[in-house]
């Protein structure tokens, strides 16, 4: 079984992180964000110890994520406890909605009540902020409904959370409880470089896409899940970043960033906020899928490494 140190070393001499010498002014930027915080156990570890994991890559890397929470995996008073352990660590606290209801279909439902449900679970947290991220990134089908979803957040003083570098670590993190629930002692290793391989290919992709639109790199925000894969490989992820010249910032400091008051004039809106200013600067169509991310990309290079 390849150990984490051997995975790194794999990547590398297959060219996989390639190292730059740009200077620091440079150099992509990346903060990380994870959705969906949960804490009921599952195979190979506790909730309590995926937490824990997660706040100790973290920690290593001396970087402060932002979460963004979804109030009905967090009302029992261990997941408060895990809240607090998070906020205490100095990371992030913001709204994701309390149901993760799809905003946008044709019926997106009460947007307003259920971030307040939401908040009225988190935001008396010391390091709470005026962010929110909508479930799916799906902010709105028609111009109508994406401009009353905007208002509802004006309304409450809050700033669209946006992701500019979308992925598909919840289906890798998918494929992996699937192989464990039928074969528990499956070498997780091979998932893990997957996933490095995943997350390096879609932060060059939107990187790149963002330097043609804007023309230069903003600071980006990685969307990764509070989930097994996260917590076995964040460690491994953030090296892997850094080793292929990016540089690991704050959250705070990504969402200062002018580009996150960006309001792209596009409906269907979603996606990453990248996605939508190239959609809505009308010059990148070739360039862009839809949706942006899904399971179904994946799925071939997953299957064909027998994963």
């Known amino acids: 079984m390849m150990d984490r140190r051997g995975l790194l070393g794999g990547l590398a001499a297959g060219g996989l992180l390639a190292a730059t010498g740009a200077r620091a002014d440079e150099r ?3 903060a990380i964000t994870i959705d969906d915080f949960r804490f009921d156990d599952g195979p190979l570890i506790s909730g309590d110890t995926r937490h824990h994991g997660i706040l100790d890559a973290l920690y290593f890397e001396r970087i402060k994520a932002a979460g963004f929470v979804t109030g009905k995996h967090v009302e029992s008073a261990e997941a408060r406890a895990h809240l607090e352990s998070w ?8 709204n994701h909605t309390f149901s993760h209801a799809y905003y946008g279909g044709a019926e997106p439902g009460d947007l307003g009540a259920d971030i307040d449900r939401a908040a009225d679970l988190i935001a008396d947290l010391p390091t709470w902020r005026p962010w929110f991220r909508f479930p799916y990134l799906a902010e709105g089908r028609t111009v109508e409904g994406r401009d009353r979803m905007r208002r509802v957040l004006d309304a409450r003083g809050l700033m669209n959370g946006h992701v500019t570098i979308d992925a598909s670590d919840w289906y890798v993190n998918q494929r992996l409880l699937a192989r464990l629930e039928k074969q528990p002692d499956a070498d997780v290793m091979p ?3 997957y996933l490095i391989r995943h997350l390096l290919d879609r932060a060059s992709f939107y990187d790149g896409l963002a330097r043609a639109v804007l023309g230069r790199s903003p600071a980006h925000t990685l969307l990764i899940h509070h989930n097994l894969t996260t917590a076995l490989f964040l460690p491994m992820v953030l090296k892997a970043f850094r080793y292929a010249g990016w540089m690991l910032i704050d959250a705070d400091e990504a969402f200062a960033d002018p580009v996150f008051a960006s309001r792209p004039d596009i ?3 979603a996606h990453s906020l990248i996605h939508q200013l190239a959609k809505a600067d009308g010059r990148f169509d070739d360039r862009l899928r839809y949706p942006g991310e899904d399971g179904p ?6 299957d064909a490494l027998g994963l």
């Open 28 to 30: 992509p930027r990346v």
């Open 87 to 94: 906020a205490g660590s100095g990371h992030f606290v913001a």
């Open 191 to 193: 998932y893990g470089a």
């Open 267 to 269: 409906a269907p809106c």
């Open 297 to 302: 990309y994946e799925a071939p290079s997953i």
